[in-house]
């Protein structure tokens, strides 16, 4: 039987599944003192968010296979990986519809503005004196906006970005996308329309959603140039990398009124800083990169990652590209 080294806590579904396959090592974490004698003779190690690289892989020279626990790959050293001929795997479509929601719910907020009409009606902005309450909710400038009708451009149209468009076209909106790995046609198909390039598609949405990979050498995906472009009454979404926003640029366009507002579920980096001025920033939905976190999600990641590191083992060793599914990561 082979022999994996699980890093980080995972589902007991996933576990039961390993303990059937495998000899299984459980750990609590990188400063666990048993990580060296785990890995001595390990096959393959199984992580969540634990940066994977020489300081870990060192101590498992006989290692095939690093088993992401979730979409993205980049928290491990992929070239370090490739060159010692290990397989990576992930589990990219297993949070697919727990994002897809949480974006959807998070642009409504945006949309209907529940968090200052909350704070205004908890704080006494609200007085017997002013009339009804529809009406103070005119004079106060908290009037929502609707879902039906307005345009969401999504930067990547992978699994998680057509998830999200499927729910706001039944919702009645208009849903552009740019990513130049997709088949145009296919787009279409689902009722996207594709678009070329972010200086197109900015000008024109009322929500942007960003789902791609982040790339810490191309550097932030929106920054001021590109916040420049939205429209003041735009909204963005952010549940894929934070070094996608530049968060001191998203702080700006918010508190200036260059943007209406923004929810932000990853950080760069993590955990971010509470007293950085994007936290002080308004009309600000901040969430603890928790897009993913559901039960459900949570399930079906540790099964997924279990079934496929030990279909990895399986498979024999490494040839080219050390990495199996991150093409798809964080799409």
Known sequence: MPIITLLESIHPAGVAALSEACELRQLTGPDDPGLAAALADSDAIIVRS??????????????????????????????????????????PRSNTESVGEYTIAAIMQLFKRFAEVERALRGGSFTAAGGSLPGQVDR?????????????????????????ARRALALGMR????????????LRSLGITPVADLET???????????????????PLI???????????????????????????????LTEG???????????????????????????????????????????MAVDVARFTLEALSAGPAAGPAAAGAAAAGS
């Open 175 to 186: 849903v552009s996308a740019v990513d130049p790995w997709a088949d145009p046609e296919a």
């Open 50 to 91: 634990t940066q994977i690289g020489a300081a870990i892989l060192d101590h498992g020279p006989g290692l095939r296979v690093i088993g992401r626990h979730g979409a993205g790959t980049d928290n491990i050293d992929r070239q370090l990986a490739e060159a010692r001929g290990i397989r990576i795997v992930n589990t």
């Open 140 to 164: 106060l400038g908290l009037i929502g906006r609707e879902l039906a009708g307005a345009h969401l451009g999504l930067v990547g149209a992978g699994a998680i970005g057509q998830s999200v």
């Open 258 to 300: 260059r943007l209406a507002g923004a929810a932000v579920d990853v950080f760069s980096p993590e955990p971010p800083d509470p007293e950085a001025p994007l936290f002080s920033a308004p009309n600000l939905m901040l969430t603890p990169h928790m897009a993913a976190m559901t039960a459900e999600a949570l399930e079906r």
């Open 223 to 253: 920054g001021e140039r590109e916040f420049a472009l939205l429209r003041p009454d735009a909204v963005l979404v952010n549940a894929a990398r934070g070094g996608l926003v530049d968060e001191a640029a998203l702080a700006s366009a």
């Open 201 to 219: 598609l900015l000008p024109t949405v009322d929500a942007l959603s960003l789902h791609v990979p982040g790339d810490p050498e191309r550097g």
